[in-house]
């Protein structure tokens, strides 16, 4: 391991709210990058949660905190000073209020021409829904995700997660770091984009593919793998598991490791096409076989025989499996008020700048004197900021 991070040397201004655009600066924060989170005094937290709550406290961590008025003219001119030393911005208001603002690309641009400036909207900076509202379910039913989940002859469901939220972050922030790469050649900054419309629908990939390349509608399955069988969820004597066999070669395999070999010569059963003419005789199949086992004895089986399966956990079972221990993707660290606190740490690692959880989700405006000092401003100039109500300091 190094002594440096791979993005330290990478100041951002962190002005985003809710999910996709935190999700987005989290990226960059946890491998090294600089970032002052900028809230506004007289505000909530820009979130619907509670502050020390898991959630947020997820969200926010290798950041510093600084409120600032953007309302007023003085705090939307302490900004700019910000901006003039500032490699990235991330924003996700919707597209017209960094414009009434002042804020908008095309004007701090000028002030620093290097500045790679990052927006994540519901639908898009322009385009026919540019000023609606836009939020994570319905991004999910508008970009199809939530038409091919839910049970065969259910009503469409929406998935357990913010999918549309986390993948636009998570999207937003490839573009940033493509954009740093590329000011290395040009100099300039650029204006990176994404929306959770176009995130969600990237998400779909094959499902989304299988409409504009093969003219396909994808219903919804269940469990079920929208193509392959067999490969589901079934029934154990004490519970469930995840088996996939779509494979000629894999459900030959699990047809001997459930003891039935016969099953794979059964007339509809032989080929793949053939299973998935007949998925509902397959999966009835072989329920009654998995039933007669718990969950544990399947598991250890059909891995063994070289058929992927695993348990369906709840998260407490997820944090304990013996694996998810070992990839050391639940990582410490100290919270000020909540004092050692477990996050989730990211899901790549690097073997000589690895990802670092370095401090903990700040108070509102912890760093605000810090901050402005660095930036040139001495203690009397912040009290009086503070007194004005543009800044706030430490809540």
């Known amino acids: 391991m190094t002594d440096y991070l791979p993005l330290d040397h990478l100041r951002v201004i962190d002005l985003?709210?809710?999910?996709?655009?935190?999700?987005?600066v989290r990226q960059l924060a946890d491998w090294g990058a600089q970032v002052i989170k900028v809230e506004g005094p007289g505000e909530g937290d820009g979130y619907g949660g509670n502050r020390l709550g898991p959630d947020f406290q997820n969200l926010h961590r290798n950041k510093r905190s600084l409120t600032l008025n953007?309302?007023?003219a003085e705090g939307r001119a302490i900004l700019l000073r910000l901006v003039e030393q500032s490699d990235i911005l991330v924003e996700n208001y919707r597209p017209g209020v960094k414009d009434r603002l002042g804020i908008d690309y095309e004007t701090l641009s000028k002030i620093n021409p290097r500045l790679i400036y990052a927006s994540i909207s519901g639908f898009g900076q322009d385009g026919p829904y540019r000023d609606r509202p836009g939020v994570d379910q319905i991004a999910q039913g508008m970009g199809g995700l939530m038409a091919i989940t839910g049970d065969e002859d259910g009503e469409p469901m929406r998935v357990g997660i913010a999918v549309a939220d986390v993948s636009a972050g998570v999207f937003t922030a490839m573009g940033i770091l493509v954009a740093v790469i590329e000011r290395e050649r040009s100099g300039k900054g650029q204006w990176v984009q994404s929306s959770l419309l176009e995130s969600q629908?990237?998400?779909?990939d094959f499902q989304a593919a299988r409409w504009l390349l093969a003219g396909e509608i994808p219903p919804r399955t269940g469990n079920d793998h929208p193509t392959g069988v067999p490969s589901s969820a079934y029934p154990t004597a004490d519970g469930h598991i995840n088996v996939a066999a779509a494979a000629d070669y894999v459900w030959t395999r699990l047809c001997s490791a459930i003891g039935s070999p016969e099953l794979a010569e059964r007339p509809g059963f032989e080929t793949s096409a053939g299973r998935r003419k007949n998925r509902h005789a397959v999966n009835d199949a072989l329920a009654t076989i998995f039933r007669t086992r718990t969950s544990a004895e399947w598991v250890e089986a059909l891995n063994a025989a070289g058929v992927p399966a695993g348990p369906i956990y709840t998260?407490?079972?997820?944090?304990?499996?013996?694996q998810v221990r070992h990839t050391g993707?639940?990582?410490?660290?100290?919270?000020r008020t909540r004092g050692p606190q477990t996050l989730v740490g990211q899901?790549?690692?690097l073997s000589r700048t690895p990802s670092r959880l370095r401090s903990a989700t700040p108070d509102k405006g912890e760093h605000s004197r810090e901050i402005l000092i660095e930036y040139g401003f001495n203690d009397a100039a912040i009290d009086d900021l503070a007194k004005r109500g543009v800044i706030s300091i430490d809540g």
């Open 70 to 72: 953007l309302k007023e």
């Open 201 to 204: 629908i990237a998400m779909l």
């Open 315 to 322: 998260m407490d079972q997820v944090f304990a499996d013996p």
């Open 329 to 335: 993707i639940a990582q410490d660290v100290v919270h």
């Open 16 to 24: 985003s709210r809710l999910r996709a655009g935190p999700t987005c």
């Open 347 to 349: 899901a790549v690692s």
